[in-house]
């Protein structure tokens, strides 16, 4: 699936690399118009910049041109700040006159939630696609190209000369030029790229997002979203990000229903359940944060660090409680702080002579403010089981000079250095030679604590996919095909149910293993198939009609003869008919009837964004109290697979608990797989898959389907 | 229970308005000595300072005298600055000079983790106590009375006038006089005492917490603690402050194994099971937080805001992204942002005039820096529903008076305003303004929602608490004190357990009901207890020796008829001599058969610094694999065990869950409260009781123990 085209990324190359720059709707006042024409004027030196206001002569010093189409030249970039009624006109004749791209500050579209305005985006965006004139907007503020410093962007903030490998991409304008520009400046973090996407009506955040994949100063994509118009964009994204090394990190709305309420009525993108884009990051290696310091901190320590070269965290401090807290929150964040080898402590001894305490958290007193520093970090970081050193302190320009020192050194054996700075934000000495230096900062220990994990999670993660690929899409075997078509014409006539054997005839076309069963249409026949499977057998009546058999009366369990067999077929059939008269009754299901082994539950679903969704969670109550489930995007492979096994807590169950034997977990393992297969053949098929029970069997004896519910 | 006398009261009154100081160590250069004489020489023109040198003459401008002894007056603080072997003549010398309390600087003593050390810290606390002589310390960095601008510190910083309602109270004085310190005067929030206590070899945090809810000034305290000395005085002072309205804000190591390893190479204190103290924490009130920043944030928050007068939240913003950001986290932090009334939308509206967003959260756009700014407010927080304003913002002076004039007329009508600025902290325009008012200021959305829910929850906390009282301990009726001196002797050999029948006796003693049986010493004994009781029937060996019955072979459940029984018996007590040779057999207990209702258990341990702990979770399995338990510091009362109950997720069971009968959940209520009275009364005597299961039978049929285990 390729969503990418070069001439898309051709336009979004000249909208962040423009030569020449139109503002159209440009003003003398500093409103919309007139400061975007006004941060266009910044790079005069080094493109052409153009004013378009049939109301003025000259603006802010140049020449104001009637129209665009009066341009001397075809702009690489159109920016528009018009009323929204004449937005699609500009747009036709900037086509005409040749321009390459266009930002559309213009407001008044599906923002608006009338049904006019949403069409007229409607308009913009298939415009957009059918000129080739690629829009970023409209409802946004434009965007900046940091690095060559070139703005077009209608903020009156710009970053003082600030560059890094940080590109960074919201859909609001005024988050990106608000807090996360201003927060970025005032913390010394340093971006490639600033991009507000508005409301999307063309190019999207997945868009920006793939064409700075192919930036080399990019290092890492930093993002707020509301919502995803196509979140499958973003999968294609993150798979092609971790082949390059390049972390996403996000700010995604949803956390809760009131987010999801407020995020509607912002940029009209349909936000979904949360839990599923939780599980969407985690597979695709995204790492979600909180606010926008977080995200900057987190994403200055992912751009400034190396791999890890081992897991564990050595912590100095020149405060015993600092250290404490420290460490008290890199344990709660799942880190390892190794106790010091003899070495290093015998090492930091020497130097604390009898002051401080030599562990892992070093407590190293006003050391931290001397010339045995350096010594110190050295035995600290050395040791092999430590890949990463934080230095807990607010040291003056001294102390800041020996920890780059220490980290450009480091850097030769991919050990890296982090710093929680435990003084003023606005300290003059020390943390600005801190920040220039690209030492990645954290001010309070728990966030130096979420930022070192998701560190070390990202980089755990990738090195598990690269060496194991992504799960693939196989094509349907000839067989599936066919079972496939034998099952449709079968749909229920009042739902679009398949009855239980045609469900597990489905699944078994995928290779998941069903009970032995046979169906049956008289009482005879049931009698011989019972004979057939061997007592003790279940009844059932198998119909696309009756979804809640118990409820309806129509299952019989462990039937131990001929006479009961019989009995119960009757039984079955007078229940079902009184319970659906008009239903379809394929007849009784005589089935084997599966004892020992542990009950789980195996779901699909579609996800209008992130389409089919595979669910794994216990069996029984515990699914229902404690929600006991893991998700993930289908397809998976077999690791992924065994780690949403590890991931449900009742799985322990599976594991041999409190004495029972252990289960076929690698058969469970392999029917995810098939399942998350039969999700992506089907869709646009299948609308829902429940097995449930799906009995996972003593190791070596597999897994049983022993029921299944599947919705077309 | 009382911890406090009036003299220790004195002696912590004097350390905080000393009007003499006495700087015993002090120096010319500025180390510790040096240091702690120069803070404290500021307050020269208001306090007598000494320094005390035998080396000098004269230091830092005033006379040094060659020992305490010739002072010419008794010092109510002495400042004790010289090495650690020295620290106890000191002492004494003041003691004799009649000095009214001493602040130890000195280390050496408990944290260095050798025994001569802990001896020697242990010595400066018992002359302490003797002595009436109360000591700060050691291995601390002193006190500071921020309001009177008394410093009587080792450290070299001041706050610059900053004072303000918050007492700080941290073991750590590096800590203390650290990051808690800068980043208070950095964000603009004012601080009324400065306490670092270091080992508490005396004095420890519960004592000048206790001493600050004197203090009317005081109206939050915020302290940062390692670890407790007696975690009961702090149940003492949280009880005190609940009835002061004077909320407590804790940063408390143990989060993590790593902090708690930290901690005790730090300060020597005992750091309890993390669990515990989250339950002892929410049970009285007190808020807990992660870092100095949130500890500072949400104190000020705490300190100048009133008690909501409604749950709803309401959000305004210039920004739709960020109004959608702070919506989302406070959503997940459980507050409630209520749709916004028809008037209030209509009176928005007219203001906004097609732009933005009226809603809640609200997008104002440029209006939030415009004069209509104040009628905006005016219409989020009017609204009847509405307790807390929040701006979310980075505006100017001009937008910095409006709200703090919107706040002084809310206050008038018990409403709030909180602040999350999202411009940078540097800000020169604004910013200050709003700090030097008052109005609690956030700098990310969650951490905002978690303040915001933090004053809820203590206010919610607190009235519920006031119109019930705490829970109070009942002395033991003479029914309790016979049952249990009738149980004390039977005490097994080779344990200190009862039997199950002992235990239930105990239990069934504190009104917690148990299972009919009887006990029988023979085969005809057996039979007849089972007509007696009722068929069916279950028996069980009772023996303080074979705590696992199920293991031994010695439970038969289900008997239906004189011969089962008779045969059961005689198994039954072959298996458990077989099993315990030597032990204890009091014989068969024959017991009714409990069907129905719910499985729950029910447990009480004791916690060195908490005393009895209380424990309440769902049966079976799932307390094993989803940890399904509330923890309650005992005694509680009724209403305290609804809430225990409510927080079991498993206990939805109780609830009519899946079309089951409601549980008797009023009588399981009463058989916590029950048990948490019998784990008050017999401390220091019990060690252990598992109820397991105990069953919660339909509503109105009330609760049975089932099994029942008591360690003395």
Known sequence: MTFWTDSMLASIDKMLNPKSIAV????????????????????????????????????????????????????????????????????KESHQRGAKSAVVISAGFSERQVDD???????????????????????????????????????????????????????????????????????????????????????????????????DGVKVIAGFVEGFKDARKLVEVAKLAADRCKPIVLIKIGR???????????????????????????????????????????SQLLAHSPKPVQRGVAVVSHSGGISSLTADMCGQAGLDLPPLTDQARDGVNGILKGFGWAANPAD?????????????????????????LVVASAGADAQAEQVIAHRDEGLKHGKGVAFLWTGTRGATSGLPMLKEANIP???????????????????????????????ATQNMSQQQTQALAGLRPKVGISSSALSEHQSKQLINAWGVPTTREILAATSAEAVDAAQ???????????????????????????LQNAEQVAAAYDEIMSNARTHAPAGVLNGVLVQELVTGGTEVIVGLSYDDQLGPVLLFGTGGIMVEIYNDVALRLCPINLE?????????????????????????????????????????NLEGQLSELDINPLIVLPEGQGVKAVDALALF
Chains 1, 2 share one sequence.
């Open 640 to 680: 992924e697979a065994r780690e949403m096994i590890g991931q449900v807590r009742g799985a322990k169950l599976l594991q041999g608990f409190r004495g029972s034997p252990r289960g076929d977990v690698t058969a469970l393992a392999g029917a995810l797989v098939q399942v998350s297969q039969l999700a992506v």
């Open 441 to 471: 900062i954290f001010y309070v220990p728990d966030k130096l604590a979420l930022g070192l994990s998701a560190l070390q999670n990202y980089h755990s993660w990738r090195d598990l996919r690269l060496s194991q690929g992504f799960a």
């Open 256 to 298: 809760s229903e009131l987010g999801t309420r407020a995020a509607r009525s912002h940029t009209a993108a349909l936000t979904g359940m949360d839990e599923r884009y939780d599980a969407m990051f985690a597979q695709y290696g995204i790492t979600r944060v909180r606010d926008y310091d977080e995200l900057l901190e987190v």
């Open 24 to 91: 159209v709707g440009a003003t003398p006042r500093m409103q919309y118009g007139g400061r975007f024409l006004n941060a266009a004027l910044k790079a005069q030196d080094r493109i052409n910049v153009y004013a378009v206001n049939p109301r003025y002569e000259e603006i802010q010093g140049i020449k104001s041109y009637p129209s665009v189409s009066d341009l001397p030249e075809a702009p690489d970039l159109v920016g528009i700040v018009v009323p929204y009624d004449q937005v699609l006109d500009v747009l």
């Open 364 to 388: 190293v007193t006003g050391f931290a403010n001397s010339e045995s520093f350096p010594e110190i970090m050295g035995h600290m970081a050395g040791q092999p089981n430590v890949g990463c």
């Open 117 to 215: 305005r949403r069409d007229l985006q409607g308009q913009l965006g298939a415009f957009a696609l059918e000129s080739g004139l690629r829009i970023c907007g409209p409802n946004c503020l434009g965007l900046a190209n940091v690095r060559d410093d070139i703005w077009a962007s209608a903020s009156s903030r710009g970053a003082d000369g600030l560059t890094g490998p940080i590109g960074l991409i919201c859909q609001s304008g005024a988050s990106a030029f608000g807090p996360f520009l201003t927060r970025a400046v005032e913390n010394g973090i340093g971006l490639s790229h600033i991009i507000s996407t508005g409301n999307e009506a063309d190019l999207d955040f997945c868009d920006f997002a793939r064409y700075l994949l192919d930036d």
């Open 532 to 558: 057939t499977i061997g007592y003790p057998v279940v009844l059932k009546v198998d119909s696309p009609d009756i979804l809640h058999k118990t409820e309806a009366g129509v299952v019989r369990l462990g």
